[in-house]
C-alpha cells in the first residue's frame, strides 16, 4: 500500500510541474499493482529469512539494484547486442519497466502480453513460496 500511495502522489505533484504522457491508465495501475505485490512478497520472503537489520539490505543491494540497472530502466533494449538482449529476457524486472513505458509511452520492447505473463508467474511463485514458509513456521519463532 506504502509503495501505491507514494507512487500515486509523485505522480499527482509530477503533473503540476511536466506534462506526464499517459497512453493507457489501466495499465499503468495494473502495472503499478501487480508490481507492487510482487515486491511485497519478496520483502515479506527476505523479512523471513533475515537474522538482522543488515540481512534485509542483502537483497534489495546485491539483487534488486543490478537488476533494475540490467532491467532496461535507462535504455531500450534494443540498442543491446543479440546475445544481452538474450540475457536481458531472463530479467524479470525487464518486464515491470516494459509494461510501465508501454502504460505511459505506448512503446515496448517486449509483448506485453509475455510482461504480465511474467509478472503473474511471479507473484504465484513467490505467493507459494510464502504460504510454504509460513505453514512450515519459519520466521516465526516455531520452525
Known amino acids: 500500500f506504502r509503495g501505491l500511495f507514494t507512487g ?3 505522480f499527482v505533484i509530477s503533473n503540476f510541474f511536466t506534462d506526464i504522457p ?3 491508465m489501466a495499465l499503468v495501475i495494473a502495472f ?9 512478497l519478496g ?4 523479512g523471513i529469512y533475515a537474522k538482522s537489520f543488515d540481512g534485509m539490505s542483502i537483497i534489495p543491494t546485491f539483487v534488486l539494484t543490478p537488476l533494475t540497472y540490467l ?3 535507462f535504455y531500450s533494449l534494443s540498442l543491446l547486442p543479440p546475445f544481452w538482449q538474450l540475457v536481458s529476457k531472463w530479467n524479470p524486472v525487464l518486464y515491470m519497466v516494459n509494461g510501465f513505458r508501454y502504460g505511459f509511452l505506448g512503446i515496448t520492447d517486449v509483448s506485453l502480453w509475455m510482461s504480465l505473463g511474467v509478472l503473474v508467474a511471479a507473484i504465484v511463485a513467490l505467493g507459494a513460496w510464502t504460504v510454504f514458509l509460513f505453514r512450515s ?3 516465526l519463532g516455531i520452525e
Open 8 to 10: 500515486g502522489l509523485v
Open 22 to 24: 499517459v497512453h493507457n
Open 32 to 40: 503499478s499493482v501487480l508490481t507492487a505485490i510482487l515486491f511485497s
Open 43 to 46: 520483502g515479506l520472503i527476505n
Open 71 to 73: 532491467g532496461g530502466v
Open 137 to 139: 513456521g519459519r520466521g
